[in-house]
């Protein structure tokens, strides 16, 4: 079965940066389109990143972008977020999962624990 952890987040002032990671096993990790997610408390998960998993193109959200770099260890089955000049409204659960939807990106997987990153002002 999937499992996907995450790791990395914890409490920095805005503008400050954080690395977060995510160990997946249980699956081909190389084959796959893999993403991050975000979710905020009182609203919806939202898309932040995707990588594909051939070419390593990378898509982000509006509200990240230039600001946040997604990458990917296929030799470690590990999935990277870089996120720099932190927001107050960066603030959210992240989590990794395998992506679906090109257009309209989705994890596929069960969702795992996630890692909360809280940005101060």
């Known amino acids: 079965q999937v499992q996907l952890v995450e790791s990395g987040g914890g409490l920095v002032q805005a503008g400050g940066s954080l690395r977060l990671s995510c160990a997946a096993s249980?699956?081909?990790?190389?084959?796959?389109?893999m993403g991050w997610f975000r979710q905020a408390t009182g609203k919806e998960r939202e898309f932040v990143a995707y990588?594909?998993?051939?070419?390593?193109?990378?898509v982000y959200a509006d509200s990240v972008k230039g600001r946040f770099t997604i990458s990917r260890d296929n030799a470690k089955n590990t999935l990277y977020l870089q996120m720099n000049s932190l927001k107050p409204e960066d603030t959210a659960v992240y989590y990794c999962?395998?992506?679906?939807?090109?257009?309209?990106?989705?994890?596929?997987?069960?969702w795992g624990q996630g890692t909360l990153v809280t940005v101060s002002s």
């Open positions: 999962n395998r992506v679906i939807g090109i257009s309209t990106p989705m994890g596929f997987d069960p």
């Open positions: 990588i594909t998993r051939s070419t390593d193109n990378t």
């Open positions: 249980g699956v081909t990790f190389s084959r796959n389109t």
